[in-house]
């Protein structure tokens, strides 16, 4: 069985979508569409903009999105058996699967940015990848932290994100070290993502999903917030505005799929961050990037 995979902030790069635009007329119009709905070129940003200028979060999450969901479009005979994205790449995925029409995909995504950064400037929070610890202590040494800082990314076995306020992640770090892992670093993100330091934005997303239409997908979906298949558009829904206070269960959410029948796992979008982490969560699949 097939599962594709979308990826999520971070991938960005300078050049990106440019060979789509140049090679598949849907992918012209969809760029075209794009820089009217979010009112500034983010074509040509994509194309021609420096890394700083990518880095802003109204143009990075856009970005990623715009360039996985039209490559998932120009794919011939597009029929996935199952689809997963990671954090922002969830949105694409619900695209490719056709829960949500692509504008609607876009203003949400688009409205998402806009709510995290503004959730960032209320509270000082961070992230910072933990490595070769087991979660089970990382998540116990977090609960004693003084402060919020939570398990925030499942990416791979003895790669776990965590996030919260700055001077609560400052102290986890320093502790986890002590525990024994083999680093402990603060990543340079503009906040806590899928913490409670979210919720401002949890609360903005929700009324704008609230009023989104969703449909039935052509494939299970395969979501951050549960690592279950879920068809239900109303629980779809309901996952997605959970989904930037809850973690992000990658692993669990891979480890499913294959369970459920996947041997193969396609990346579509930017990169190929997620085939790094599914070879290390499962070396007998077959990873191609897209």
């Known amino acids: 069985m097939k ?9 960005q790069f300078s050049g990106m979508g440019k060979d789509l635009y140049e090679n598949y007329e849907i992918a012209k119009q969809l760029f075209d569409s794009a820089n009217e709905i979010l009112g500034f070129d983010i074509k040509k940003i994509m194309f021609e ?42 949105f694409s995925a619900l695209v490719a699967s056709g829960v949500l029409s692509f504008e609607d995909g876009l ?7 806009m709510a995290m950064q503004k959730a960032c400037e209320i509270t ?8 070769n610890l087991e979660d089970a202590i990382v998540e116990d040494i977090c609960e004693k932290v003084e402060g919020t800082v939570v398990a925030a990314n499942y990416n791979c076995p003895g790669q776990l994100v965590i996030s919260g306020e700055t001077k609560a992640v400052e102290k986890a770090c320093e502790l986890l070290k002590e525990a024994g892992a083999k680093r402990a670093l603060i990543l340079p993100v503009s906040g806590g993502f899928h913490s409670p330091m979210m919720e401002p934005a949890r609360e903005e997303l929700a009324k704008a999903i609230e ?3 969703f449909n039935a997908p052509i494939c ?29 269960k990658w692993t669990q959410s891979v480890r499913q799929m294959i369970a459920d029948g996947a041997t193969s796992f396609s990346e579509v979008g930017p990169g190929k961050v997620l085939i ?10 077959e990873t191609v990037k897209l």
Not at 235 to 243: A, C, G, H, S, V
Request: aromatic share 4%; proline share 6%; glycine share 6%.
């Open 3 to 11: 599962a594709l995979v979308f990826p999520g902030q971070g991938a």
């Open 49 to 90: 903009g420096t890394d700083e200028e990518l880095k802003q979060t109204k143009v990075t999450q856009p970005a990623v999105f715009l360039h996985s969901v039209i490559q998932a479009k120009t794919i011939e005979n597009f029929t996935p058996d199952m689809v997963a994205g990671h954090s922002l790449g969830e």
């Open 107 to 113: 203003k949400l995504v688009s409205q998402r940015a």
């Open 124 to 131: 000082p929070s961070t992230m910072a990848a933990v490595l």
């Open 211 to 213: 009023n989104t239409t």
């Open 220 to 248: 299970p979906v395969y979501q951050n917030v549960t690592a279950t298949a879920i068809t239900d558009p109303t629980e779809i829904k309901k996952n997605l505005i959970t989904q930037l206070t809850a973690p992000v």
């Open 276 to 285: 790094g982490l599914i070879n290390k969560i499962d070396k007998t699949v």
